[in-house]
């Protein structure tokens, strides 16, 4: 009797992918907004108004999430795609982390409002309940893809050099610039914000998802649903108070768990399920 042939081992990803992932992030992104920002007249005569329901808008935000698929199959083969984004299944965590993205982010915005003089949700619009309902659904496949690349990618080759900590505020870094031609395209949500809170904001939240996304295993259903989150219409405008009640969790959460988030060991370092440290030190 002949043993079954064992299904196909995908190498793993190469440190080096980062620097395709990062440049096609930000081709796609910088290329587009530059474009409507540089050459406003003509972008809007050839593709009509950016907004966030323009098709453009989504492939700008999807870029991340485009440049880690990319990455993946170019690197290990369309197949592997396959295994990768198995990783959106990854639902086991402990059910702290869980309350955390379910429970404490909501209140974070409730607070930051209510500190504020707001409201505790967001007001309905003229159209009802429903459409803010299906808003809410649009932003899961709209800001939430970006954690394909974001933690999909870019967090566990990061870890493989880095402490958890240093490479979660570094994607943090790169995310914020990422987001700055945003700030100069009228007709976008960005246009009405400051951008060195939400530089900010954008480090802390990139360091906060670090610890669930390691207690998860590389999960990418729990970064998802923290982004989700982020953009949830339901949600008051909370700004800048959110910012720092968050950054406040962050500086707690960063001196509570600081053997793991100092430590790069138990860190997920793999972009392929099942890749292990002789496959890593194969790609390099």
């Known amino acids: 009797m002949t043993d079954a042939p064992s299904p196909p081992r995908h190498g793993a990803i190469p440190s080096r992918a980062l620097v395709p992932f990062v440049l096609v992030t930000f081709v796609i992104t910088w290329g587009v907004l530059g474009f409507y920002i540089l050459a406003p007249e003509r972008a809007a005569g050839w593709f009509g108004e950016i907004g966030g329901a323009h098709p453009l808008f989504f492939l700008v935000t999807w870029a991340p999430g485009i440049a880690g698929l990319a990455v993946v ?3 290990a083969g369309p197949r592997a795609l396959l295994p ?48 803010l309902v299906a808003l809410l659904f649009m932003m899961l496949f709209l800001g939430p893809v970006e954690e394909l690349g974001w933690r999909g990618v870019a967090q566990p080759i990061l870890q493989r050099h880095m402490a958890p900590l240093w490479a979660g505020a570094l994607i943090g870094a790169v995310w914020g610039i990422w987001h700055l031609p945003a700030f100069f395209l009228a007709g976008v949500v960005f246009a009405e914000w400051s951008f060195l809170p939400f530089f900010v904001g954008n480090v802390v939240l990139a360091i906060l998802v670090t610890p669930i996304f390691n207690a998860a295993r590389g999960s990418l259903l729990l970064p998802v649903l923290f982004h989700w989150q982020l953009i949830n219409p ?3 405008d909370a700004q800048p108070w959110d910012t720092w009640i968050l950054l406040g969790v962050a500086a707690a959460l960063v ?10 060991d138990g860190a997920v370092t793999e972009v392929l399920p099942g890749t292990g440290a002789a496959a890593l030190r194969t790609a390099g």
């Open 73 to 75: 199959a170019a690197h």
């Open 255 to 264: 001196w509570w768990m600081r053997d793991t988030m100092l430590s790069r």
């Open 84 to 131: 990768f984004l198995s990783r959106l299944l990854m639902w086991r965590c402990p059910p702290a982390w869980w309350l955390f993205i379910l429970v404490g982010l909501p209140l974070v915005f409730v607070a930051g409002s209510l500190i504020k003089g707001g409201p505790v949700l967001a007001p309905l619009p003229p159209e009802g309940a429903g459409a």
């Open 234 to 236: 339901f949600w008051p």
